[in-house]
C-alpha cells in the first residue's frame, strides 16, 4: 500500500508538470543554431543604445538542461505558464528538456546557438559556474550573457518518513558510526546541491556515500522509496511531500531559518559549520546577441516574474523571487566561481 501511495503522488506530480507544459503550449514553436563569444562584460546593466526592438516576432525556444520532472523544469514550465496566461510574451515559448553532464551538455547547445533573441537557456548556477571546476564542458563561464536573475532557492536534508534519523544529529551520529556507507542521494555530480553534500560532509567531520542521479526527477522517487537514506534537495522540489509527511526535513543548507520551514534548523543550530549559497536560477542567451534585443528579453521576463500569476506559482512551490540585472548577476555568477573553486581545492576535489 505504502508504494501504491508514492507512485500515485509521483503521479500527481508528473500531471501538474503537465498541465503547466499544456498552459504554455498555447502558441507554436521553434528557434535556431549558430556561433557566439563575449559575456556581461563593461555595462553596468542590460541597457539598450536604440528604441526598443519589434520582438518577438516568431516563437522562442527555452532549453532546460535537465530532465523533465525537476526543479528546474517546473520553474521554466511555471514562467512559460505565466507569459502565456499574463498575455505578456505574444509568441508562443517551447520548453525542451537536454539533460546530462549536470547540465552543461543543454548550456553548451545554448552557447552554440544563433545569437538572435530567439533560443533562451532557464540556468542553475551549477553548470554556469561551479561544476565548471570539475565537470568536462566545451565553454566557460564567459561563453554566454545573462539577462538577468530569476530568484533562488533553499536546499534541504531530508529522508522518508519511515527512516529512524529524526534529527540532523541522528544523521551525523548514523554516518560516523558507518563511515561511507550512509546513502545520500543528490541530482548530478557537479551541481551545486551535490557540492553541498561535501560542505556537509566536512563540516559534520563525517564520510558518505554520494548517489549521483540524473537530475531531481528520478532523484524523488528513489528518496521516496527508501533506494536511498536521504537526500539533498531544492525546497521547490519536495515541499509538498514534506507538507504530506512523506519525507521528513533534517535541515535547511542556510545560515538562518526560513520561513517556509519555520521548524527545521540550520547545520549551524546543530553544531555542523558549513558555506551556503548558489542555488540560483538565471536566464541567459548567447553571446553575441544584440545588447537591444538582451534589454527587451530583460524587460519582457522581469514583467513575467512580477506578474500576480508567476508570483503565485513561486509561492506555492517555494521559491523567492530575487530579480538581479544582467550585470548583477554576472557579479553574482563569478563570485561563486570563485568561492567554489576554493572550496573544490580545500576537499581535495581539484588541485
Known amino acids: 500500500m505504502k508504494n501504491i501511495k508514492h ?4 503521479f500527481v506530480f508528473m500531471l501538474i508538470i503537465g498541465l503547466l507544459a499544456a498552459c504554455a503550449n498555447n502558441g507554436g514553436g521553434q528557434a535556431g543554431g549558430g556561433n557566439n563569444s ?3 562584460g563593461g555595462s553596468g546593466g542590460n541597457e539598450a543604445s536604440s528604441p526598443a526592438p519589434d520582438f518577438p516576432t516568431k516563437p522562442i525556444q527555452m532549453i532546460v ?22 498575455e505578456i510574451i505574444d509568441e508562443r515559448i517551447t520548453v525542451v528538456n537536454k539533460g546530462g553532464g549536470s547540465g552543461t551538455i543543454g548550456n553548451y547547445d545554448l552557447v552554440k546557438s544563433k545569437p538572435d533573441g530567439y533560443t533562451w537557456l532557464w540556468a542553475a548556477t551549477g553548470h554556469m559556474s561551479s561544476s565548471l571546476h570539475i565537470t568536462p564542458a566545451q565553454y566557460t563561464k564567459d561563453d554566454f550573457t545573462i539577462v538577468n536573475k530569476v530568484g533562488e532557492m533553499t536546499t534541504v536534508l531530508v529522508v522518508p518518513s519511515s527512516s529512524p534519523l529524526e534529527t540532523l544529529t541522528d544523521f551525523v551520529e548514523a554516518a560516523k558510526s558507518r563511515p561511507g556507507e550512509l546513502t545520500i542521494g543528490n541530482p548530478g555530480e557537479g551541481t ?15 564520510e558518505l556515500n554520494h548517489v549521483p542521479f540524473q ?7 528513489a528518496v521516496l522509496g527508501g533506494h536511498v537514506e536521504s537526500a539533498l534537495m531544492n525546497l521547490p522540489e519536495v515541499q509538498g511531500q514534506l507538507k504530506s509527511g512523506d519525507l521528513r526535513a533534517l535541515a535547511v543548507m542556510t545560515d538562518e531559518r ?27 542567451v548567447p553571446n553575441d546577441t544584440p545588447e537591444e534585443i538582451v534589454a527587451r528579453i530583460d524587460e519582457l521576463t522581469k514583467e513575467v516574474y512580477e506578474s ?18 544582467g550585470a548583477e548577476a554576472r557579479e553574482e555568477v ?17 588541485e
Open 7 to 10: 507512485l500515485s503522488k509521483i
Open 38 to 40: 563575449g559575456g556581461n
Open 65 to 86: 538542461p535537465f530532465n523533465a520532472g525537476g526543479v528546474s523544469d517546473i520553474l521554466a514550465r511555471a514562467f512559460v505558464d505565466a507569459a502565456a496566461q499574463e
Open 192 to 206: 551545486v546541491v551535490a557540492l553541498t553534500a561535501h560542505i556537509l560532509e566536512e563540516g559534520g567531520e563525517i
Open 215 to 221: 537530475g531531481s526527477g528520478p532523484l524523488l522517487p
Open 258 to 284: 526560513i520561513d517556509a520551514l519555520p521548524d527545521v534548523p540550520t547545520p549551524e543550530e546543530m553544531g555542523v559549520p558549513i558555506t551556503t549559497g548558489g542555488a540560483s536560477h538565471f536566464i541567459i
Open 308 to 325: 500576480d500569476r508567476f508570483k503565485q506559482l513561486m509561492e506555492q512551490a517555494g521559491y523567492q523571487l530575487s530579480y538581479k540585472n
Open 334 to 350: 563569478d563570485a561563486w566561481y570563485e568561492v567554489t573553486g576554493e572550496l573544490y581545492k580545500r576537499l581535495g576535489m581539484v
